[in-house]
């Protein structure tokens, strides 16, 4: 199907850019910490944002809009280099001919089923890796007809370039509101919280600051041992959905499902809560109902109904969050970037790891799946584990080197059993290159889970991307089967409420 990019990962060695030899001086940078992390065999992740269109997609358009922002950006225009003299990694800048970046393979018209043929090509991709000799990323355009687009483009990015928020803040900083086509998106932004000025609050202040800090400091203090018990011994209950060993290398399958952001917002406002609560809370729901389907299979029970309670008691299962920790500069900022290189600008990977455990059970109140999803984060949210798991990243990396960091990561990973993230996206239509866009999905693969589950919303829209290992979740559309049945019983708990 994709015949021709399927290539081995060549051996790194010294490459002579173009722009070196037309004598031109370029800065070279070495690659960070977290970089050089994704190029071990353990983490050799790259990322993929999947865009549904409203037409045809036109390859030439493309083109000549990436010429004008993405290429300009100077890690989509540099190698990753080993310099044998100083024995490291270093971007090298070079020029970028778009031919080998863009695919746009030839499709059959009269294929039987469009979206199993969208969903295979994208699974044979993670089969492949991109050659070291060219900047790290490829777009892939598909005219094809789907249930909810008239062409898909995928954009496959190399982790080392870029953490997730990063990357999509960026794919999002060359996009434009469809209404305005010289108007960047809108992204929705945390709201400030104000102050009251009563006299009572501002004498009990300095107490609550206290105790803010005494819990910051306690949680942060637990969640540090937690992770290191999890790089030493401390394994989730095994499941259906933990994989076998070496599964990092093994090809992913992405299923999306997408559903109504009103209707999680309708969970939200209810509740008093975040959206983040809610996807959580339909996520831990949605787990619990496929591990319960999964356990009766498994003991050839006949009996077995998706009513009946097959789960173990006290399953430990835990997710990996990747969690910003820069400074949220914006849209507008990562637009600049892309025109304008900044030495200070905050790009690359800056994001640390947060263990989020997920209560797996049957409930028979479909609203406690929530309220333990809000416990659970207002918790995390009062503690500094993502910025020490990203410190200490760091400085074994710069200590004892990038094998031991490569191998304590695998372990936190191995004793877990899936990744998650939750990301905010466009409140209006957008366009991509003059394409207006239908949907926007993403995910990531490379890492060692056999399940991840990324939320994603654009406009009044909420899709799910489940990336999975086959091996691990054979069935990866009843898994979004039963996260869309978990969000319904949610919402139609809050509307029996109301009656």
């Known amino acids: 199907m994709i015949e021709g990019l399927r290539s081995r990962k060549r051996a790194l060695k010294a490459i002579i850019t173009k722009r070196a030899e037309h004598g031109e001086k370029e800065e070279e940078q070495p690659l ?13 992740c790259y990322i993929i944002a999947i865009m549904g269109c409203k037409t045809k997609i036109n390859p030439q358009i493309v083109k000549a809009g990436l010429e004008e922002t993405l290429i300009k950006h100077p890690r989509f225009s540099s190698l990753q280099v080993k310099d044998k003299k100083r024995n490291q990694m270093r971007w090298v800048p070079t020029i970028v001919n778009l031919d080998d970046h863009i695919c746009v393979p030839d499709i059959d018209p009269n294929m039987e089923s469009p979206d199993m043929f969208v ?17 790290l990323w490829d777009l892939h355009l598909l005219n094809v007809k789907v249930s909810n ?3 898909v483009g995928i954009f ?6 870029g953490d997730g928020v990063y990357l999509m803040s960026l794919v999002l900083a060359l996009t434009r509101k469809t209404s305005d086509p010289n108007a960047l998106p809108s992204i929705p932004v945390k709201k400030t919280v104000t102050t009251t000025s009563n006299i009572s609050d501002r004498l009990w202040l300095p107490f609550k600051a206290l105790r803010i800090i005494y819990r910051l400091m306690r949680n942060t203090l637990m969640d540090i041992f937690a992770v290191k018990c999890t790089s030493l011994f401390l394994e989730d209950t095994k499941t259906p959905l933990n994989g076998a060993p070496e599964m990092e290398c093994t090809p992913r399958r992405f299923v999306s499902r997408t559903f109504s952001l009103d209707d999680i917002k309708l969970v939200k406002n209810a509740m008093n809560m975040t959206v983040n609560d809610v996807v959580l809370g339909v996520t831990a729901a949605g787990l619990s109902r496929y591990l319960n389907r999964r356990y009766g299979e498994k003991e050839n029970d006949k009996g077995s109904t998706e009513k009946r309670n097959n789960l173990p008691k006290n399953t430990r299962l835990r997710a990996t969050l990747a969690v910003n920790i820069r400074p949220s500069i914006g849209i507008q900022a990562f637009s600049e970037i892309t025109e304008n290189y900044k030495a200070d600008a905050k790009w690359g990977n800056w994001t640390g790891t947060v263990l989020l455990p997920f209560n797996i059970a049957l409930r028979d109140d479909p609203l406690d799946y929530v309220r333990e999803a809000k416990t659970i984060v207002d918790r995390k949210k009062l503690s500094l584990e993502a910025i020490y798991s990203y410190g200490s990243a760091a400085l ?4 004892i080197g990038i094998k031991a960091a490569s191998a304590l990561m695998k372990k936190v990973f191995t004793h877990t059993t899936m990744s998650f993230s939750n990301m905010v996206g466009p ?6 290159c003059g394409h207006a866009m239908t949907y926007l999905a993403t995910s990531v693969y490379g890492h060692p889970h056999g399940i991840t589950i990324h939320f994603i919303s654009y406009i009044n829209k909420i899709t799910i991307v489940v990336a999975v290992d ?10 979004c089967n039963d996260l869309e049945e978990s969000l ?12």
Not at 32 to 44: G, I, Y
Not at 119 to 135: A, H, N
Not at 156 to 161: E, L, Q
Not at 396 to 399: E, M, Q
């Open 396 to 399: 074994i990396v710069k200590s």
């Open 488 to 499: 319904k019983l949610i919402k139609n708990a809050i509307e029996a409420r109301r009656t």
């Open 149 to 151: 687009a008239e062409g």
């Open 32 to 44: 960070s910490p977290a970089a050089l992390l994704f190029h071990e065999p353990n983490f050799n």
């Open 427 to 432: 409140l209006e239509e957008i366009s991509f």
């Open 119 to 135: 969903e295979d090509y994208i699974s044979d991709l993670t089969r492949t890796t991109i050659d070291m000799s060219k900047p």
């Open 156 to 161: 496959r990015i190399h982790h080392s370039i």
């Open 470 to 479: 086959e091996k691990c979740v054979p069935d990866p559309h009843e898994l």
